[in-house]
């Protein structure tokens, strides 16, 4: 069964940095696109930054030029590197996968379980 392993999430000082990663755990063929989300408590999820197989990025306006997103196509692997972070960081990151070609189905997405990243002194 297809799974998305996320890893890299944690309690970091405001101004630290933090590396997430997202690692599919099937055999897959590729994936148009990948990114990550987050949600803060009681607020909705919303986009952090995506990236595609061909490297386009996007970003929310908040992370702009604190995060980078990266993909290793040949891992099916997505990375957000976290820099200067900031207590309004705080929240649960979903990585997701968006249009998932494996050798025997299609999936239009799937999610991550999540992981916690908590900024604070």
């Known amino acids: 069964q297809l799974q998305l392993v996320e890893s890299g999430g944690g309690l970091v000082q405001p101004g630290g940095s933090l590396r997430l990663s997202c690692a599919v755990s099937?055999?897959?063929?590729?994936?148009?696109?990948m990114g990550w989300y987050r949600q803060a408590p009681g607020k909705q999820r919303e986009l952090v930054a995506t990236?595609?197989?061909?490297?386009?990025?996007n970003y929310v306006g908040s992370v702009k030029g604190r995060f980078t997103i990266s993909r290793d196509n040949a891992k099916i692997t997505v990375y957000l590197q976290m820099d200067s972070l900031k207590p309004e960081d705080t929240a649960v990151y979903y990585c997701?996968?968006?249009?998932?070609?494996?050798?025997?189905?299609?999936?239009?997405?799937?999610w991550g379980q999540g992981t916690q990243v908590t900024v604070s002194s």
């Open positions: 997701r996968a968006a249009g998932v070609y494996t050798p025997t189905y299609y999936l239009n997405e799937y």
């Open positions: 099937e055999n897959i063929v590729s994936v148009n696109v």
């Open positions: 990236i595609t197989n061909s490297g386009s990025t």
